[in-house]
């Protein structure tokens, strides 16, 4: 989530938006607005693929976890940006991307979003109530659901991560993104350690105020042992993420007692 204004580009489509969400081109780049005050994605039109902000990123070391997830479960689309990541660089992983504004789905085209397909599905529907009815079939959640006013609530109840824990297999994990300076910050993210019994990490984005927490349902295949680093290290060449650095922050997390200081004597079997 960003904020950045392009004068009169914005402004005159704005106005030819009709108050529904917009995209505009600006100096090699194509950008996805909610309204005139929220930037909402940022796609370079010569690499669509590419993750220009740093909170998706982060998102996205969600890999020095899990490197060949079946099944990756996203909330929010925006303009696609880590669900195309993952459609490329994941072939072998199935995606499911739910989207609450059918006017966001509607400019899929414009963000070279690909079409559905056996592998890669967007559906439109509220993700409370989808979680809260679906199979326990999902490696990798990663919620990211903004609207223009900021975080929806709806997707920060403890019901909403109950439907998390839920819908995720016994070693899955939910990666959410939260806006740090958002006011009840605290209050959500320990809503996260009660329903994951407190294996949770956190990595604050290169670039925004974004925090981005990593919560486990069974630590065991993904304690931050001492290979960690190196991993990080073998699979930056695979993936192009800054993922050492984003490892070397984890680890961090687990050293100072802010994530899972307990488990840390677990091997991951990945090692």
Not at 86 to 103: F, G, K, N, S
Not at 170 to 189: K, Q, R, Y
Request: charged share 25%; with cysteine; net charge negative.
């Amino acid at each position: 989530m960003s904020r950045r204004p392009i004068e009169s580009k914005l402004e005159q489509a704005l106005i030819a938006s009709d108050g529904k969400p917009f995209c505009l081109d600006d100096g090699g780049y194509r950008y996805l607005f909610l309204d005139e005050r929220l930037m909402q994605s940022m796609m370079s039109i010569e690499d669509p693929v590419q993750l220009l902000f740093g909170y998706t990123r982060a998102m996205m070391s969600i890999l020095l976890f899990k490197q060949a997830p079946n099944h990756i479960l996203m909330v929010g689309l925006g303009g696609g940006s880590m669900a195309k990541y993952c459609y490329e660089y994941l072939p072998a992983t199935r995606i499911t991307v739910l989207e609450v504004a059918q006017d966001v789905i509607a400019l899929r085209d414009k963000f070279f979003i690909p079409e559905d397909s056996d592998r890669f599905k967007i559906i439109h529907t509220e993700a409370a109530s989808y979680l809260a009815q679906a199979e326990c079939d999902v490696d990798v959640l990663m919620v990211d659901g903004f609207n223009a006013d900021g975080a929806s609530p709806e997707l920060h109840t403890s019901d909403f991560y109950v439907s998390c824990y839920d819908a995720l297999k016994p070693d899955g994990i939910l990666v959410t993104n939260f806006w740090s300076e958002a006011p009840d910050l605290n209050i959500l993210v320990s809503r996260l350690h009660l329903q994951f019994d407190y294996q949770v990490w956190h990595l604050r984005s290169p670039d925004s105020h974004n925090f981005v927490y990593f919560s486990a349902k069974i630590i065991g295949k993904t304690a931050l042992h001492s290979g960690f680093l190196k991993k990080a290290k073998q699979l930056e060449d695979r993936f192009k993420l800054g993922l050492p650095d984003m490892a070397a922050q984890l680890h961090r997390t687990t050293e100072d007692g802010s994530g899972i200081y307990r488990q840390r004597s677990h091997q991951s079997q990945d090692e």
